[in-house]
């Protein structure tokens, strides 16, 4: 369950039924952008959207791409077989030209070297598991099996539908490492795409990612800067992913961006070391910016969630998460600015504006991927102005917590507010929520209507030097 085969359509009756308590959405969306107000002093708002007021222009700009598309051709018309034995790259090619074109690409296995995709193109496949793109044993460890064609002009109007993507990570035989840098060795990867959409597609065992939506490089010039050239207003729908050599889904520099119903799940984590490996099912890194998640689901991996950057670059910045199951997962969201942390370091000028409701983590886990890593429901780090609403934590009696909390608020978090908290079955936690004191306290913390069921730690802790958090109805219930 929840491995390759789970069907993401169901995750928001899952989130319903799992969710401790019950509620109108749409409410609870409007309660979490009132309380996102209040931390920043701005207006009240009376309505909140469900999806991003952007997602009309992208509607607009797809009717546009089914006008700009003036024929449609099967691949298999330019010599394609689909047997899984013949290099059909040159096929693809020839069938794509230029762009202005729908591709067809019937039930097979089609073997290539990697496709590049023009703009005002279509590729489309008869479905998941009845198409398949797989790699060719002779592609380099760097290739990108579909990817846009030019990263430095870019392209816009691409779509993706139907498909499984093979990345052929068998073809490395043993070599311990799977990815090269940078932003290849992926199954998906747009940079410097404007108007795009990847729809119902599988990503199989990829080196790197498996959906990457990005700039033409990973920009690590500082924090304050973003990468020049990120994808904007791209829309990734009903995806799975599995296999991974880092995360599932990713976005760095880029902006105006949906992931919907999709489940990432059970990486390799081959594209780090051994034992040490940050693979995130869905991570939204260095200077992404309004980004919405919308009904997803994760398992089985590092991070489920996971809002960053790393500390030569930008974090992610005004995110928005709307629904998302997290099942078995180290860390089900994860929310830092590495480096960015301790009293010694830069102040983050740019890990701002974290907006989630209606999650559910349910029994979070060691892992082999990351073994040091001690599991958390949710952990806040260096990030200001994070609301948290209807959070429900389902945990595994089975797993010693050794003491550690459930959720941590930490390392210079600041204006922080979690409300209707659910913490059941987990009963070895040193707290259900602890706001962590010392020379790099979090602070400015609101925690509202709490309910613990756990034996042994307190509800809530706090650490010395933390001067602001305020509570109200916190209830604890001993198992």
């Not at 992913?241 to 995360?247: I, K, M, Q, R, S």
Request: one cysteine or more; hydrophobic letters at 35%; glycine letters at 10%.
């Amino acid at each position: 369950m929840f491995d390759r085969n789970h069907n993401p359509d169901y995750n928001a009756r899952l989130l319903f039924v799992l969710g401790h308590k019950r509620f109108q959405l749409n409410k609870e969306v409007i309660r979490t952008n009132r309380f996102f107000a209040a931390i920043q002093n701005e207006p009240t708002p009376k309505t909140a959207p469900i999806f991003p007021e952007w997602l009309k222009k992208l509607d607009m700009e797809y009717e546009k791409l089914l006008k700009k598309v003036k024929k449609e051709v099967n691949v298999k018309e330019f010599g394609a077989k689909g047997d899984g034995k013949t290099d059909d790259t040159q096929a693809f090619q020839k069938a794509i030209g230029g762009g202005r074109v729908k591709v067809i690409v019937p039930d097979g296995v089609y073997l290539t070297k990697g496709i590049q995709l023009p703009s005002y193109t279509i590729l489309t496949g008869s479905g998941k598991r009845k198409t398949t793109l797989k790699l060719h044993d002779d592609a380099p460890k760097s290739t990108r099996l579909v990817t846009n064609s030019h990263y430095w002009l870019g392209n816009h109007h691409i779509y993706i539908e139907g498909l499984s993507l093979d990345w052929n990570v068998e073809r490395l035989g043993t070599q311990p490492k799977t990815s090269t840098g940078g932003n290849h060795s992926s199954c998906v990867t747009f940079a410097n795409v404007k108007f795009g959409w990847v729809k119902k597609v599988e990503a199989i065992n990829p080196g790197l990612h498996g959906f990457d939506i990005t700039s033409p490089y990973y920009d690590y010039r500082g924090d304050g800067k973003r990468g020049w050239g990120g994808s904007r207003y791209i829309w990734l729908d009903h995806l799975i992913g599995h296999g991974f050599g880092d995360d599932g889904i990713t976005t760095h520099h880029s902006e105006n961006i949906l992931i919907s119903y999709s489940h990432m799940c059970d990486p390799s984590g081959r594209a780090h070391a051994k034992g040490f490996s940050n693979s995130n099912g869905i991570e939204i890194d260095d200077g992404s910016k309004n980004v919405w998640l919308s009904n997803n689901s994760t398992a089985h991996c590092f991070g489920g969630v996971e809002v960053k950057a790393h500390e030569n670059s930008s974090a992610a910045a005004n995110v928005q998460i709307i629904g998302h199951l997290s099942i078995k997962d180290n860390r089900s969201f994860n929310f830092r600015h590495i480096g960015h942390h301790k009293k010694t370091d830069p102040e983050s000028k740019t890990a701002y504006s974290i907006r989630a409701t209606n999650l559910v983590a349910v029994a979070p886990q060691y892992t082999d991927l990351y073994k040091s890593s001690a599991p958390r429901a949710m952990v806040v780090s260096a990030y200001k102005n994070v609301v948290i609403n209807q959070f429900t934590v389902i945990g595994d009696p089975a797993v010693d917590f050794k003491g550690h909390p459930v959720i941590a608020v930490q390392y210079r978090a600041r204006n922080i507010v979690l409300n209707q908290v659910t913490v059941r079955n987990v009963c070895n936690a040193g707290a259900g929520i602890k706001v962590f004191g010392g020379d790099h306290h979090a602070d400015d913390v609101s925690i509202r209507n709490l309910d613990c069921l756990q034996c042994g730690g307190k509800p809530v802790v706090i650490g010395q030097g933390v001067a602001n958090v305020r509570t109200k109805n916190i209830q604890s219930r001993r198992c």
